[in-house]
């Protein structure tokens, strides 16, 4: 494994050889638009560099037959995975007990049942922040975090030991049934 300096270096010798290869050689014709530009750097590429022998590989061979000895194992993701989920950010938080986490100084409410727990939130750090963030428990998806809504979070009644969220209105009574289990054993006392 090679270290960053050594990256570095690779990153540095390729441009050395650019200019010494390819910009000192361009002419006023090639610069009068980016697309004749683009088709030059890439003709040189191409015909030059790839096809050059590198210092920097086993027997001094071409990145051209690098790439064919390595190609074979080169691996490509499938084509239905959401790339966009494989780069987001994971952040490890703690759900608060009025169901609040915080990520980067903004509060997010997380759905009663992971009160107490340890949550990770996974997130685009780009993207503006009234989208809801992505919540994982235990490894498996556990809905969303959206952005606090503070004057309604104030009027949530919360009964801490079952972790569960009461309505300041409580769901009315259901009518009685009219098989009332009483009537049914008078009735059959009856008979």
């Known amino acids: 494994m090679h270290s960053s300096i050594d990256d570095?270096?690779?990153?540095?010798?390729?441009?050395?050889?650019?200019?010494?290869?390819?910009?000192?050689?361009?002419?006023d014709d090639v610069l009068d638009n980016l697309q004749t530009l683009n088709s030059s750097l890439w003709a040189w590429i191409e015909g030059e560099y790839h096809n050059s022998p590198h210092r920097g590989l086993e027997e001094g061979r071409?990145?051209?037959?690098?790439?064919a000895l390595a190609?074979?194992?080169?691996?490509?993701?499938?084509?239905t995975l959401d790339l966009d989920d494989l780069f987001l950010f994971e952040a490890k938080r703690r759900v608060y007990k009025d169901r609040t986490v915080s990520l980067n100084g903004r509060?997010?409410?997380?759905?009663?049942?992971?009160?107490?727990?340890?949550?990770?939130?996974?997130?685009?750090?780009?993207?503006?922040?009234?989208?809801?963030?992505?919540?994982?428990?235990?490894?498996?998806?556990?809905?969303?975090?959206?952005?606090?809504?503070?004057?309604?979070?104030?009027?949530?009644?919360?009964?801490?030991?079952?972790?569960?969220?009461?309505a300041d209105d409580p769901?009315?009574?259901?009518p009685p049934s009219p098989l009332a289990m009483r009537k049914l054993r008078d009735k059959k006392e009856d008979e």
């Open 8 to 27: 570095k270096g690779k990153i540095e010798r390729f441009f050395r050889t650019l200019r010494a290869g390819w910009l000192r050689h361009l002419g």
């Open 62 to 67: 071409t990145p051209l037959e690098q790439w």
């Open 71 to 79: 190609s074979a194992g080169v691996r490509y993701p499938d084509a």
């Open 107 to 166: 509060v997010y409410e997380a759905d009663a049942v992971l009160v107490g727990q340890n949550v990770i939130l996974r997130y685009d750090p780009a993207a503006p922040p009234s989208r809801p963030l992505d919540v994982v428990h235990d490894g498996k998806p556990a809905g969303k975090a959206t952005p606090l809504d503070a004057y309604a979070n104030t009027a949530v009644r919360r009964t801490y030991p079952a972790k569960e969220i009461e």
């Open 171 to 174: 769901a009315p009574e259901p």
